[in-house]
């Protein structure tokens, strides 16, 4: 069972903004999504699934991929078990199926690793030039 459910993605025009939501539908090792490190991925059609941010529990850590830095916001509501996705200024190369998980480490030298638990199903970005 995937315990986690993205939402939020749609078709927007360059330049535009889209938030992404992160809600933990089950448990991870028997434990709520908010004990986490959480990630958030992208795969975009015919490329490998890239990490793109991660924040550690208590947002200690924050990571983002360069290609996203100064554009893409991370944040967490551990209480709602929910992890966001502000993205501003998107480009046409932001379009991708995004995906989170938690993930068993991240740190500002290799980002999100270990995902630990399946993918989910994704929430799709479009972005129009």
């Known amino acids: 069972q995937v315990p986690v459910v993205e939402s939020g993605g749609g078709l927007v025009q360059a330049g535009g903004s889209l938030r992404l939501s992160c809600t933990g539908s089950?448990?991870?090792?028997?434990?709520?999504?908010?004990?986490?490190?959480l990630g958030w991925f992208r795969q975009a059609p015919g490329q490998e699934r890239e990490g793109v941010s991660c924040?550690?529990?208590?947002?200690?850590?924050?990571y983002y991929v360069d290609s996203v830095k100064g554009r893409f916001t991370i944040s967490r509501d551990n209480a709602k078990n929910t992890l966001y996705l502000q993205m501003n200024s998107l480009k046409p190369e932001d379009s991708a199926m995004y995906y989170c998980?938690?993930?068993?480490?991240?740190?500002?030298?290799?980002?999100?690793?270990?995902?630990?638990?399946?993918w989910g199903q994704g929430t799709l970005v479009t972005v129009s030039s």
């Open positions: 924040i550690k529990v208590y947002g200690e850590t924050i």
């Open positions: 089950g448990l991870v090792s028997g434990l709520p999504l908010g004990n986490f490190a």
């Open positions: 998980a938690a993930v068993g480490h991240c740190s500002l030298s290799r980002g999100a690793v270990n995902p630990l638990h399946a």
